[in-house]
């Protein structure tokens, strides 16, 4: 089975404060991506990324950075956060299209970021 | 952007009995995706659909594709306490693009008292 890890399942953090959400996956995935859960809003994409060293802005991008510095790992930044980027971070995986279920994410269990 | 309207918002269920839920998208898609996301947990894949009017079962699930392209359904028979959750429906007009999917606000699924 898949399995895509998120570092923290809850994570408190003071306005200002720089925050970084760890993700690893085993399967080796090409796709990962970072999405944002709020509620009524269902799931938003903030990064994408297709390959080592490559990231693509998704829906939200603003206030936000991405790493992908090997195959497994992609890491969100929040530079500096903000009260209004509290929320439940989930990261996924999925394969290149072309292998079969490029549209068929597998996500990590989320983080819940508090900034206060 | 595209929008897609998931409904009801929430609903309450009984064991045993029959519950549904759709989607609705302001424009076409060529894909929909059935999520569900236990309490704590990430969505997890139930149904794929790829094709107007297709009809794909999974156990006491079973999703449709509307032939308009612009809905889906989802039918959960018999219900029982662990379906409880949120589910999201998904779509994307590109085949295999899992950064150009939509995602619904998501259907909470509770158990009645």
């Known amino acids: 089975d898949v399995k895509v890890t998120q570092s923290s399942r809850y994570l408190v953090k003071r306005t200002g404060e720089k925050v970084f959400l760890e993700c690893v996956q085993d399967?080796?995935?090409?796709?990962m991506f970072w999405y944002r859960q709020d509620p009524g809003l269902g799931l938003r994409l903030i990064y994408f990324?297709?390959?080592?060293?490559?990231?693509e802005k998704g829906d939200i991008p603003e206030g936000y950075s991405v790493s992908r510095e090997k195959k497994e790992r992609f890491s969100l930044i929040l530079e500096s956060a903000s009260t209004n980027q509290t929320s439940m971070y989930l990261c996924?995986?999925?394969?290149?299209?072309?292998?079969?279920?490029?549209?068929?994410?597998?996500f990590g269990s989320g983080t819940q970021l508090s900034v206060l | 952007g595209q929008q897609l309207n998931q409904s009801p918002q929430s609903m309450f269920i009984q064991e045993g009995e029959d519950v549904s839920m759709n989607c609705t998208s302001s424009?076409?898609?060529?894909?929909w995706l059935w999520y569900k996301q236990d309490p704590g947990e990430g969505p997890v894949l139930l149904i794929a659909?790829?094709?107007?009017?297709e009809l794909t079962s999974n156990g006491r699930l079973t999703a449709q594709f509307g032939i308009t392209r612009k809905d889906s359904f989802l039918n959960i028979s018999a219900s029982i306490p662990s379906d409880v959750g949120i589910y999201f429906c998904?779509?994307?007009?590109?085949?295999?693009?899992?950064?150009?999917?939509?995602f619904g606000g998501g259907t909470r699924v509770l158990v009645k008292p």
């Open positions: 996924a995986s999925s394969p290149m299209p072309g292998t079969g279920g490029g549209e068929k994410l597998f």
């Open positions: 399967m080796d995935h090409e796709n």
């Open positions: 990324s297709y390959d080592v060293k490559m990231k």
């Open positions: 424009s076409i898609f060529n894909t």
């Open positions: 659909l790829y094709k107007a009017g």
């Open positions: 998904a779509g994307t007009l590109y085949k295999a693009a899992g950064n150009k999917l939509t």
